[in-house]
């Protein structure tokens, strides 16, 4: 039976349950239970988990303390009647404020508006005579939807006492200050942190078309000196976040100026009006020029949409009395695309405001003409001359490619005529100079976009030809499907060529490649390629033709094999193995690490080995039997910190054991397959910033100790859903500790083994779980990794003399936490070196690096003599 602690936590995250539905039952002395709903308890508030006496869901009692009763995962109530959108990790569930709704329309009003804080010049904005102006405003606008910026607590009071909004947000907004209002029946709300001050406020509403997504946000202004660093970060996690919605979309707020491009959202303003004017006007808006830095106009407020039609918009607050340093901006939106006379119909029905299409309208709907080339080689070929309007500009590398592959039976074949095995598999290239692979994610919906509109087709090679340089390649006998397939993808993907010729390249031998031809094959689906540092290029996800349907290639999966016995050095003193090898979890290959109490440590020799620097007592690094052997010497009478905590590493793996009991074998083998799904995510090695053995081993002997079969999915279910301001305890006692994750070791000295984790590393580990969640539920294989390449547009590579490797690992930390301070967001050090001579480690940058010249300032204090950082684009698959 688990505790009441992680049902509300598994209710509260468990995308398959509604927190809305639950109530749970709280002990009060000389009364009978008080019901409080679930979505209203706070975690570590003034009720502590012991007073939770039984949870309902529907009127269903689901979980009772008293008669042992845990059936959440049999019974069908509280579960959710539809798929959430806002999904964890990405969105935090929240609780709207929850008026009278209107019945939903075929039109769509909204409303972006940034308020003016009073944090700033309060003495020359006046803002007790601006917010009253401010409500009479929204009034008169009558939005469906408003999103509002820089809110303060008076506001949100005036806002919840004077309007009928349902509101969402207000209980982030003295972290971001931001609130979304609707009149519309708001399915589920969310909400996401960008950074310490800056978030997401968001909400799934109804209308009559259906459920729209809306979004508010407010990014990093340049009155911070990282500014355009932040919010190149900012729009890099929005876009992670819109990739997963599966509805129409409509993102809001103050953008300050960052590059929307990206986003692959229709710029709703550009469609209706296709100009550039200000909603932030320092020449005309006195409270403009109090908090401007340079004195220029600009568009910094925008409404973005995907899978909606704008037909109308128009600025609110141009003239005086202003309200507030920026314009609103409101637009009229409708889900379908028709014909101009409904736009016009629809813009002169809307509910309030002067709202009227501008005369040059143009719809957002994709105009159907195709894209121009990619690959531009000589010979017979067909040339396309626009592309869709609605694509976002992605950049491109020669890194990547999309091609078709022959069947590999017929590799041999080829290979034999190319002469020798090329960094290529045999291909026709279709787009080459692709995006980069930290750009797949958002790369593959058009590709299936693409492929779904072309049927498979056959492919007949009848010829071979040469181009001028004298390369051979076999030639198509009907290049017609071929051109329709790449007029299909480079309407999405447009770059510079205009010329287009299907070609199988086959070597420099045109009469060796004769033999090949006639060769007939199915073209059936599209191949995405990278090249990852020096490494051949090599398929990582297919895309069929005819349904779209994408297939990513997973990486290879971790070994949990068991690790082979390996005999004990000879060493003085009483010596205790520790670690996974003493729990019984270690993996094939794994370290052995020993702690020796000796009298004397300097006295101990070890042939061939490294002495360990920078650490409170004294160890030795060496091999033994082809396993690297980690020792730590602690003096016989040492009673310092450092010696008890290295001798507590006995303690603790005895003590996780204990815990489990007697479901060793069902420990053993969840921790082995842990530690493997760490280990392949990078997120295995203390000094790196991840998370150490111990750490992963109390996760595991905590989910044993709960109960279930399916260890894994309760594992990664579990702690996906935990909530990491709670620190986790092994056993009952104290617990301390400030850090992004608090993982208590369980024997003296207790402490957080976890204090170098930073927030980065929280998000990664609690996105990690979620997605290896997901997959155990839909019956795949956890353990396969999705490539760091994946996340990462750039990367500092560390090389390293020898000698100093030890006193590197032990800085790295230091290392991240200058790039997190100079605002690199997501950095991420691999603990595994991807060379060892020279020894080179590489620092994932996140999606938005700094610059080689960043790189090299913030760097520059951290280094040590003869160890270089240096920024690249590309590293090769990590160990």
């Not at 637009?331 to 813009?347: I, K, M, S, Y």
């Not at 996974?580 to 052995?592: F, K, W």
């Not at 020279?838 to 300032?857: K, S």
């Amino acid at each position: 039976m688990r505790t009441s602690e992680q049902i509300y936590h598994r209710v509260r995250w468990d995308q398959r349950f509604d927190p809305a539905r639950f109530t749970l039952g709280i002990l009060v002395r000389g009364a009978p239970p008080k019901r409080v709903a679930l979505a209203t308890f706070v975690p570590g508030g003034d009720i502590p988990w012991h007073r939770v006496l039984f949870v309902e869901a529907d009127g269903e009692v689901v979980w009772d303390r008293a008669a042992g009763v845990d059936r959440i995962d049999t019974s069908t109530a509280g579960r959710v009647r539809e798929p959430r959108r806002l999904r964890a990790p990405f969105f935090s569930a929240r609780t709207p404020v929850v008026r009278d709704s209107v019945a939903p329309g075929v039109s769509l009003r909204v409303l972006t508006w940034n308020t003016l804080w009073d944090k700033y010049d309060s003495h020359r904005i006046h803002t007790a005579r601006r917010r009253p102006l401010l409500l009479a405003a929204l009034a008169r606008a009558a939005a469906d939807v408003v999103a509002l910026q820089e809110v303060e607590p008076p506001l949100l009071a005036m806002v919840l006492a004077e309007t009928g909004y349902t509101v969402v947000g207000g209980d982030d907004v003295e972290a971001c200050g931001l609130l979304l209002l609707t009149r519309l029946p708001v399915v589920e709300s969310g909400h996401h942190v960008l950074s310490r001050h800056k978030g997401v406020v968001a909400a799934v509403v109804r209308t009559g078309d259906g459920p729209v997504a809306v979004l508010n946000t407010h990014l990093t202004s340049d009155h911070h000196p990282q500014g355009p660093r932040r919010r190149a970060a900012e729009l890099a996690r929005l876009a992670e976040g819109l990739a997963n919605l599966d509805c129409p979309v409509v993102l809001l707020g103050d953008f300050n100026g960052g590059a929307i491009d990206r986003l692959g959202l229709v710029d709703t303003w550009q469609v209706v009006r296709g100009n550039e004017k200000p909603t932030f006007d320092p020449v005309a808006n006195p409270l403009a020029a109090v908090s401007s830095l340079t004195g220029r106009a600009a568009r910094l407020d925008r409404v973005l949409v995907r899978g909606l039609r704008p037909v109308a918009a128009e600025l609110l607050g141009t003239e005086e009395p202003f309200v507030s340093d920026h314009y609103g901006v409101a637009v009229e939106l409708h889900p379908d695309a028709g014909p101009p006379e409904v736009a016009q119909r629809l813009a002169s029905d809307h509910r309030g405001g002067a709202i009227e299409p501008h005369p040059n309208a143009r719809s957002a709907e994709p105009s159907g003409s195709a894209g121009q080339l990619v690959s531009g080689f000589g010979g017979d070929g067909v040339g396309v001359r626009g592309a869709r309007a609605d694509v976002p500009a992605m950049p491109s590398t020669a890194r990547t490619a999309v091609a078709w592959l022959p069947p590999e039976s017929s590799w041999p074949r080829i290979d034999a005529v190319r002469g020798v095995r090329e960094r290529w598999p045999p291909h026709v290239n279709l787009l080459f100079g692709f995006v980069p692979e930290v750009l797949f994610d958002e790369a593959v919906p058009l590709l299936s976009d693409a492929a779904r509109t072309v049927a498979p087709f056959g492919v007949l090679f009848d010829e071979v030809r040469t181009f001028p340089q004298g390369t051979a390649w076999l030639s198509p006998a009907d290049p017609t499907p071929w051109e329709a397939l790449w007029r299909a993808l480079v309407a999405r993907f447009p770059q510079k060529s205009d010329r287009f010729t299907p070609h199988l390249t086959v070597g420099r031998s045109a009469p060796a490649a004769a033999g090949l031809v006639p060769m007939s094959a199915s073209v059936g689906a599209l191949v995405l390629l990278s090249r990852r540092g020096d490494e051949p290029m090599r398929p990582r996800a297919t895309v069929e033709l005819g349904t779209g349907a994408v297939r990513g290639l997973p990486e290879p999966a971790p070994s949990v094999a068991p690790a082979a016995e390996v005999d004990m050095p000879s060493v003085p003193g009483v010596v205790h193995v520790v670690g996974s090898r003493r729990m019984g979890c270690a993996r094939a290959g794994a370290d052995l690490d020993l702690v020796a109490v000796v009298p004397d440590p300097s006295a101990v020799t070890v042939p061939d080995a490294t002495p360990v620097v920078g650490a409170r007592v004294p160890g030795l690094r060496f091999r033994q039997d082809g396993v690297r052997v980690d020792l730590t010497l602690v003096r016989s009478d040492d009673t310092s910190l450092g010696a008890a905590v290295a001798l507590s590493a006995v303690t603790d793996a005895d003590a996780v054991l204990a815990a489990v009991g007697d479901r060793r074998a069902e420990f053993t083998w969840l921790a082995r397959h842990v530690k493997a799904w760490a280990a392949a995510r990078g997120l295995d090695s203390a000094p790196f910033g991840g998370l150490p053995g111990i750490a992963w081993a109390i996760l595991a002997a905590r989910t044993v100790r709960a109960g279930g079969d399916d260890l894994l999915a309760e594992f990664f279910g579990g702690w996906a859903a935990w909530d990491w301001r709670e620190p986790v305890l092994l056993r009952t006692g104290p617990a301390s500790g400030t850090g992004a994750m608090t993982i208590m070791t369980p024997t003296e000295p207790v402490r957080s083994c976890t204090e170098q984790v930073g927030p980065g590393m929280r998000d990664l580990v609690t996105t990690e779980l979620y997605a290896s969640w997901e997959t155990v539920l839909a019956g795949g294989d956890p353990l396969p990794a999705v490539a760091p390449h994946r996340r990462h547009a750039a990367w500092a590579v560390i090389t390293v003399p020898g000698k100093d490797v030890g006193r590197v690992r032990g800085r790295v930390r230091a290392l991240l936490t200058s790039l997190e301070a100079a605002g690199v967001e997501d950095v991420h050090a691999w603990p595994r070196p991807f060379s060892e001579e020279p020894v080179r480690f590489a620092v994932g940058l996140g999606r938005t690096p700094p610059t080689a010249d960043d790189l090299a300032e913030i760097t520059e204090p951290w280094r040590l003599p003869g160890v270089t950082v240096e920024r690249t684009d590309s590293v090769p698959t990590l160990p």
